[in-house]
């Protein structure tokens, strides 16, 4: 259980004192006293006190001099945070006054006083202290923060810098920095180094221009000149910053080394681009059956990547052959010539002419067929080859050879041909290779399986791109014949209606779809029949039907006739559940209504709260002139009225505004501290009400406004209270949970009573605004509790029977944000949680 509050009294009244003790001691505070101000300044250094009643008139030392001491004296420092109210019989100086709470006084209260009224300034200067105290400890927690972030800027693998966008210049650098460049920024300034290549300078005047007009710079890939000469790439994010004035003189941003990423992106792009060529190449000679087009496409595609001048293709069937080796690479094959198809000089436009009948010995090809490798010449003037020295004479210069192979039978050789030396890289081989490999497929298969493979393959291919279209549809999809008899029924059909694909196919639509509603509305005996019969279009209409769970959906619905062999055969059904559509636009209408009610109710709020203001300063100018007790009395009850519909006031303008969130990590206990202290102080006044705490152990924290969740559950605990007039059991639980529907970790804490309970009928309206069970209240507590609970993504729910007692609970989400983000940034953190 929490310790009481200490109070320590400083004044020479022992009267006053033993009275003081009493009704402090009664309302859970303990009391302390000291009779003179010397040895009541050494009584606060003892004990440090949680607050401070100090009498100004004191023997020794007054008690103005006491406070001065503790606020001024580096011998008290440490007792500066303990809240003092001043007690004092006469009305002093209004400056002096000032000078005392400019010195940090909480309250200066003439004599006499009431002890209700000493009692509700203390609770508030206590709440004050504390919430100071939790500011300092903030303000602590922000200096870690920021040392935190200081030493990340240095050490993160990014290089940050801040740009002078005035003088074109580099003010800050980090560590990365400065090894992605190799300049210090000392370096930078006294050199006036220029980071950027030349031919880049007036994209990066261009860049800076955006920045000093306030756009943001996102993702810019960015040369950069090293201090060795190297040229290093660099992915870019600067953001401009804005001065007090709004005025835009410094822009700040974070560069991510990515030479190496480029360098892979460009590998990565050189292998896309040959699988690129790969697949297209493969497609074309797949799908054709002339040989001359495969041949006219693979050169077309290779060009793309490699220097072509000049393309042959030979052709030929291999019968029998002998490979005796004599010489320098004399080669005899008894080979069957067929012929060369064709020679291509690309970049010139194509064309072909047909080449004499020629022996094939002691040719290049020749040698392919033997070795069955392929053949790189890099200079054609050291060739071996016969034509090699005729091809030299037109210009060209080198050459690859490439055997097409099928089944181990070559069955022609590719030759590609360039006016460079050396043309064709090593990289390039494997592309030539596998190419090589797809053509002989495509040209020995073309004349074996050209009609039986080209029109299964397609026939097959649209079938399957039909049938998945429809299948993964999104809208349900069905087809009935000219009987009304379904022929086709998708997953979304399934999923919409509840009717199995096996339980429907040849069954009447209208056992599965009952359509009587929608042919009422268009004055027709059956929808479906008017399509198939009149050719006619039905599109777009809303109606209701019932699935095969007897439950009754809103539905939008197309109809359209189904053709074959010029005329109807049947009709197509496209629908779509508007279940969640509807609920959507009831929920906006709500929501705009909430919106209008809400600015309604500031606009009220605000002039009643104007002429509250005047009635209370009147009244009180009336009171201070009162012509008897008995006036003054009546005037304290209009003033209490006042300060009641002020509080109506204040909960109207809290409700017509949006709710701002101040983020922080709280522990869960210490975060219902307050509503807790809150619930028991006012159950001290019942003797027929337990209040039980349940908490599982090792809670985590929370991601939460604290002050914000503290009054969601004051009201939902006094609430409670309020429910059972006739005594009984508050019980407060927290427990963990996982959420496995939204697959996070959550906290639930309820608050249950064995109250009266609530009717269905009222628990439906129970958050609504101005909605309230109670003769008093303005009813808008749950409605605003509800609303800072949504807007931290979490819920708030209820359970309730009649005479057995209601359950409110509230499921927080366990975040864990990373440690640099803001509590505004974080509010955002929270908003995709109101959808879930």
């Not at 810098?161 to 003088?167: G, S």
């Not at 077309?300 to 042959?312: T, V």
């Not at 004349?447 to 299948?471: D, M, N, P």
């Not at 009180?620 to 009641?644: F, G, P």
Request: proline share 3%.
């Amino acid at each position: 259980m929490d310790k009481p509050a200490v109070i320590l009294l400083i004044d020479e009244s022992q009267k006053l004192a033993l009275l003081l003790e009493s009704v402090l001691e009664d309302a859970g505070y303990h009391f302390l006293w000291e009779s003179d101000g010397i040895t009541g300044l050494e009584r606060i250094q003892e004990t440090h006190p949680d607050l401070v009643l100090l009498d100004s008139t004191l023997p020794g030392m007054s008690g103005e001099a006491v406070f001065q001491e503790m606020m001024t004296n580096p011998q008290y420092s440490d007792c500066r945070d303990i809240p003092v109210i001043m007690l004092s019989a006469k009305r002093s100086d209004s400056s002096i006054r000032r000078r005392l709470l400019e010195l940090g006084l909480s309250v200066y209260l003439l004599k006499p006083f009431g002890t209700s009224e000493l009692l509700n300034i203390i609770d508030n200067v206590l709440v004050t202290s504390n919430i100071r105290g939790q500011n300092k400890k903030l303000q602590r927690e922000l200096g870690r923060t920021q040392n935190y972030l200081e030493n990340l800027v240095q050490i993160t693998p990014a290089a940050i810098f801040v740009i002078d966008l005035q003088r074109d210049t580099i003010d800050f650098f980090n560590k990365e920095a400065e090894i992605q460049t190799g300049y210090s920024l000392r370096e930078l300034k006294l050199r006036n180094v220029q980071l950027f290549p030349e031919t880049y300078a007036p994209r990066y005047q261009k860049l800076l221009d955006r920045l000093r007009q306030g756009e943001t710079i996102l993702a810019e890939e960015i040369p950069v000149v090293q201090k060795n000469g190297s040229v290093r790439w660099t992915l870019q994010n600067i953001v401009p910053v804005e001065d007090d004035k709004g005025n835009i003189h410094t822009a700040q941003g974070v560069s991510f080394d990515i030479t190496n990423l480029k360098e892979a992106e460009r590998e990565l792009e050189h292998r896309n681009r040959e699988l690129t060529i790969i697949n297209t190449i493969t497609k074309a000679i797949s799908s054709s059956l002339d040989i001359e087009f495969m041949f006219r496409v693979v050169v077309q595609e290779l060009s793309q990547m490699i220097l072509i001048d000049r393309a042959n293709l030979v052709l030929f069937e291999v019968q029998a052959h002998s490979a005796p080796i004599g010489g320098h690479l004399t080669l005899q094959l008894d080979i069957d010539y067929a012929s060369i198809l064709a020679l291509y000089r690309v970049g010139e436009g194509y064309r072909q002419r047909l080449l004499e009948h020629q022996s094939m010995k002691s040719t290049a090809a020749e040698w392919i067929v033997y070795s069955r490798r392929r053949h790189i010449e890099r200079d054609m003037a050291l060739s071996h080859f016969a034509e090699d020295k005729l091809l030299l004479k037109e210009g060209l210069r080198s050459a690859v050879r490439l055997p097409l192979v099928f089944e181990e039978k070559i069955i022609g050789v590719l030759e590609l041909f360039s006016r460079k030396l050396e043309s064709h890289a090593a990289k390039d081989l494997s592309l030539l290779e596998q190419v090589a490999d797809e053509l002989a497929i495509a040209i020995r298969n073309a004349q074996l399986f050209r009609e039986l493979r080209h029109s299964h393959a397609e026939v097959l291919a649209a079938k399957e791109f039909t049938e998945g279209i429809i299948q993964n549809a999104a809208s349900g999809i069905l087809t009935i014949d000219r009987e009304s008899r379904i022929t086709t029924f998708n997953q979304a059909a399934e999923g919409i209606l509840l009717w199995k694909r096996e339980e429907v196919v040849r069954q009447p639509v209208q056992n599965v779809m009952d359509l009587s509603t929608l042919a009422e509305e268009l004055d027709l005996a059956d929808p479906f029949r008017e399509v198939i019969e009149q050719g006619v279009v039905m599109s777009q209409k809303e109606t209701v039907i019932r699935r095969k769970d007897d439950v009754e959906i809103p539905i939008g619905i197309s109809i359209a006739p189904l053709r074959g062999n010029d005329r109807v055969v049947g009709a197509v059904v496209l629908f779509s559940d508007l279940t969640l559509i509807k609920a959507i636009e009831e929920e906006q209408q709500k929501l705009k209504h909430l919106a209008q009610m809400g600015e309604m109710s500031a606009r009220i709020a605000h002039e009643i709260k104007n002429s509250l203001a005047a009635l209370q300063t009147g009244i009180q100018v009336a009171q201070a002139t009162a012509a008897s007790d008995e006036d003054a009395s009546q005037m304290d009850a209009l003033l209490d009225e006042i300060k009641r519909m002020d509080r109506i006031v204040k909960d109207l303008l809290r409700f017509s505004r949006e709710p701002e969130l101040h983020l922080s990590l709280v522990p869960i206990r210490e975060m219902l501290m307050s509503p807790v202290y809150n619930i028991r102080m006012i159950l001290e006044e019942y003797d027929n009400i337990e209040f039980v705490e349940e908490y599982d152990d090792n809670l985590p924290e929370l991601f939460i406004d604290e002050g914000k969740m503290e009054q969601v559950f004051i009201n939902l605990l006094q609430n409670a209270l309020q429910a059972m007039p006739n005594g009984g059991r508050l019980t407060l639980r927290v427990k963990k949970n996982i959420n496995f529907q939204m697959g996070v970790e959550t906290v639930f804490i309820e608050v249950s009573d064995t109250g009266v309970g609530i009717p269905p009928e009222q628990q439906e309206r129970i958050f609504d605004p101005f909605f309230s069970t109670k003769t008093e209240g303005t009813g808008l507590g749950l409605a605003l509790s509800k609303r800072f609970v949504e807007a931290h993504g979490a819920t708030i729910t209820v359970h309730s029977q009649k005479g057995q007692g209601t359950t409110f609970r509230v499921e927080l989400v366990v975040h864990r944000p990373p440690e640099t983000e803001t509590g505004a940034e974080s509010a955002e953190f929270f908003a995709h949680q109101q959808h879930l």
